[in-house]
């Protein structure tokens, strides 16, 4: 067998196409959205390279348009669950003990095949399941996909050259191996990237994986399970079931073999399912590996120094952009005094130069719908409390309507309460509220924006004094994972801009870098002695 120290390509990060008017993508995407949105879906799950249907189904339909039947998704039963982890177990063998270059050119070959043949279709399958603009889903499905598996391909690269150092007469090596069992990959509704990416990056370790994608996300979750199979990833590495989280997630829970957790999601949820590892503490054969990226308010606050139109557009874009369902969307603001007014007046104009929300099909429209019925009742149930509230004001949007599509106008809350509730709960959706300070109290509010929420995701300061940035930037220390200067608190770039948080955010073990890949190895170190010594007895005893 030949050997070589290989260097793997570099990685850059995929250019973002623009979809404008008579570009071929654009054509190419929307041909791709007709043809799934006339097809009938039949999504199997896939355990073991087979193609698993239960007739047990779930009917799809996009979010702007519920009354349309995009298809139909097979449920797990518990004995789909156990097939997938005895599937992933049989892999385990052969894909742990394959050379790195191969598992590496696997993720290369995907990345190669999102980029090119399937970039119309994870895009329109993104767009069409999930209510993204063609803008949000090449941002997401395919460019930073892409970013994951190309710059991970470099991280664990990376990782393997870190060696020890050795001394006369001995070699220290540390070999970095795939966790003994299988792990659990559960992934949100709202990014494609995050979908792919939570499975891949512990795959692409040597792991074997039982994926849980969000019901909402089946659509576009089967365009990654069809790139996967055609860039060789070996049967039964990558098991997808689909359905009811509890069952699912209790029988892999309760699983001798169950070595990690790869979550993304809401902090409710990940906090339960930590104590549920704990209570299964002494059935595992080793003790599991907790990476969880959840919830977040996120947070913009304005020091009387900043660019009034610059904080307004960091406002727009950082609140309403996918409907702010990004877990690093903007929903409280902080504006002194002196300059709220022309920051909320140009704010309102922008929204009001959206045009209304509706399908992502019609390009022109920059808000679709949120993602289903539970998320549109709760936003407009928090819209309702903000009309009937005294310590709130609507001052734009407001509407909202679920006759044809989950539709939410981009809506504007001005409290006189910091605490007020929507500057505290996550909402995850176009809602964003503004709560007005003293110019004086710039110190008390940053204090403030420390105390006020149990996450600490994203936030950015905007402001032309360098004091108060710096001031700014320590008095936040722990209140987001990722800080914005300057910019809206959203945009995260995998291989610039490492992704997570700390506190009720998750465990901040930064997607799209090496940090997170090691979480998916357990190091063991061998040290080897050329000359053997042949007598106990130490100098010091003569
Ligand atoms: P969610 O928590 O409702 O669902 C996430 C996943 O968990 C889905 O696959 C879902 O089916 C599963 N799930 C739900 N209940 C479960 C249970 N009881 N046991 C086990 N699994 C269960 O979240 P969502 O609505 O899909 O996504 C939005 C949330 O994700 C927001 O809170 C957002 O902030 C967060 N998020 C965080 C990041 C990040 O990087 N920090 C990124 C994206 C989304």
Redesign the pocket.
């Known amino acids: 067998m030949g050997n070589g120290f290989f260097q793997v390509p570099p990685a850059t990060n995929e250019p973002v196409k623009s979809y404008a008017p008579g570009s071929p993508e654009r054509e190419a995407v929307l041909k791709q959205y007709k043809a799934y949105y006339a097809g009938t879906a039949d999504i199997p799950m896939t355990i073991g390279g087979r193609e698993v249907r239960t007739g047990n189904t779930r009917r799809m339909a996009p979010p702007h348009e519920h009354g349309h039947t995009l298809g139909q998704y097979h449920l797990a039963g518990k004995k789909d669950v156990e097939a997938a982890i005895a599937s992933s177990l049989q892999a385990r063998q052969a894909w742990a003990a394959l050379p790195w270059e191969h598992r590496a050119a696997v993720f290369l070959k995907a990345a190669d095949l999102i980029a090119g043949p399937y970039r119309a279709r994870i895009n329109a399958a993104t767009m069409l399941a999930q209510s993204k603009t063609v803008h949000q889903a090449e941002i997401d499905a395919a460019c930073e996909l892409i970013d994951f598996l190309r710059y991970n391909v470099e991280f664990m690269a990376g990782i393997y050259r870190e060696q020890p150092e050795s001394s006369d007469g001995i070699w220290n090596r540390v070999e970095y191996r795939p966790l003994e069992g299988f792990i659990y990959a ?6 494609t990237a ?1 979908a792919g990416n939570l499975p891949a990056s512990a795959a692409m370790m040597g792991n074997v994986v039982v994926w ?6 089946i659509f576009s979750a089967q365009v990654i399970v069809e790139v996967f199979k055609e860039a060789g990833l070996p049967d039964g590495v990558i098991n997808t079931v689909f359905g009811d ?2 069952m ?2 209790d029988t892999l829970l309760t699983h001798p073999d169950f070595s990690g957790i790869h ?8 906090k ?2 930590w104590k549920k590892i704990g209570e299964n503490i002494g059935t595992y054969k080793t003790y599991p590996r907790i990476v969880g ?4 308010k996120d947070f913009i606050v304005a020091h009387p120094s900043a660019d009034p139109q610059q904080v307004a557009t960091a406002i727009t874009r950082g609140a309403f952009e996918l409907q702010g ?4 969307a903007a929903s409280r603001v902080y504006l002194p005094k002196s300059t709220a007014n022309t920051i909320l007046e140009r704010v309102k104009k922008d929204i009001a130069s959206f045009r209304k929300p509706g399908s992502p099909a019609d390009m022109g429209n920059f808000i679709t719908a949120v ?1 289903h019925e539970g ?1 549109f009742d709760k936003l407009a149930g928090f819209i309702d409390r903000a009309k009937a509230d005294k310590k709130a004001q609507i001052i734009a949007g407001g509407h909202y309507d679920k006759s044809v599509g989950y539709f939410i106008e981009p809506t504007v809350i001005l409290t006189t309460d910091p605490h007020y509730v929507t500057m505290e709960t ?1 909402l ?1 959706g176009p809602v964003v509220t503004v709560y007005i300070y003293e110019d004086a109290q710039w110190d008390a509010t940053l204090e403030l924006i420390d105390k006020t929420s149990e996450y600490a ?1 994203t936030g950015a300061v905007l402001s032309t004094d360098r004091y108060a940035i710096d001031q700014a930037t320590r008095a936040l220390e722990n209140c987001a994972g990722n800080f914005y200067i300057n910019d809206k608190p959203t945009g995260a770039v995998v291989g610039q801009q490492p ?3 700390a506190r009720a ?2 465990t901040n073990d930064k ?1 799209g870098s090496a940090q997170n890949l090691l979480r998916w190895v357990s190091p063991r170190l061998i040290k080897e002695t050329f000359v053997s010594p042949t007598d106990y007895r130490y100098p010091f005893l003569g």
Request: charged share 15%; proline share 7%; with cysteine.
């Open positions: 559960i992934t949100p509704f709202n990014f995050i849980k994608p969000s019901d909402h996300q989280p509890v699912i997630t979550f993304t999601g809401s902090t409710e949820v990940f339960a399912i990226e959840t919830g977040g369902q990004k877990c690093s993602i998320s996550e995850f995701l992704f997570g948080g955010s998750g997607a």
